[in-house]
């Protein structure tokens, strides 16, 4: 089973608004990731947890808050977002970040984000 | 600025014919390699990981591994109009750590 569940898979909002992404695994993944990619882009990296630690920040704007509970959860926090963050936010976890480069990652179905 | 560059296509094959798909990348150091499909708005699916140089084949599809070189590519025999998609070739740099850097994808069309 390598399942990576996101929710919601549509949000709409404002920019004055609150809201939270959610990913979840049950795979008992210790590495989790988000992603932005915008159409026709490959994904980029925007955090990465390893053992419920953020290990790496890709120099994201501050509305951008991510949050880590426990090893199978991971949420993103949006505040004051702007039109230009409207994009498909893909979450991954993988297996064993101390096993290095041959971690595979595994995506969720992403959250079609539209910010008005 | 560590890059990983494919030809953004779109690439044509008729039904039943190999497809190629070509990637190369920047990091001499790079360990990992994969290749992810992604159909228009879904999330990237994996197809294959491949480590070693040399091919390695999974059904249809057959990654191939070349590090003096910079290249990896993948191939998918008696293509299927279900294999049109954009694929995406993934290098995880090799200093430690979870950073994968992807193309941009080739889209691939397929014609029945």
């Known amino acids: 089973d390598t399942e990576v569940t996101q929710t919601p898979k549509h949000l709409v909002m404002g920019m004055t608004n609150k809201k939270s992404l959610k990913c979840e695994q049950h795979m008992g993944h210790r590495a989790m990731y988000w992603y932005k990619q915008k159409a026709k882009k490959p994904p980029e990296l925007m955090f990465v947890?390893?053992?419920?630690?953020?290990?790496i920040n890709e120099s994201v704007p501050s509305r951008f808050s991510p949050e880590c509970p426990n090893s199978s959860l991971l949420n993103l926090h949006l505040h004051a977002l702007q039109p230009e963050d409207s994009a498909l936010y893909l979450c991954a976890s993988s297996q064993d970040p101390a096993s290095g480069s041959t971690d595979t990652q595994y995506f969720g179905p992403g959250t079609r984000l539209t910010v008005l | 600025q560590k890059e990983v560059e494919q030809n953004s296509g779109p690439l044509s094959v008729p039904e039943g014919a190999i497809a190629s798909l070509n990637c190369t990348y920047s990091?001499?150091?790079?360990?990992?390699f994969f290749w992810y499909r992604q159909y228009s708005g879904k999330s990237p699916e994996l197809i294959m990981s491949i480590y070693s140089n040399g091919d390695k084949e999974d059904g249809r599809f057959t990654a191939q591994l070349n590090k003096a070189s910079q290249y990896v590519s993948l191939l998918i025999r008696d293509s299927q109009p279900s294999d049109s998609a954009t694929y995406l070739c993934a290098v995880n740099q090799g200093s430690g750590g979870f950073k994968t850097i992807f193309g941009a994808g080739t889209r691939l069309f397929v014609k029945a």
């Open positions: 947890y390893s053992y419920e630690k953020l290990s």
């Open positions: 990091d001499r150091g790079s360990q990992s």
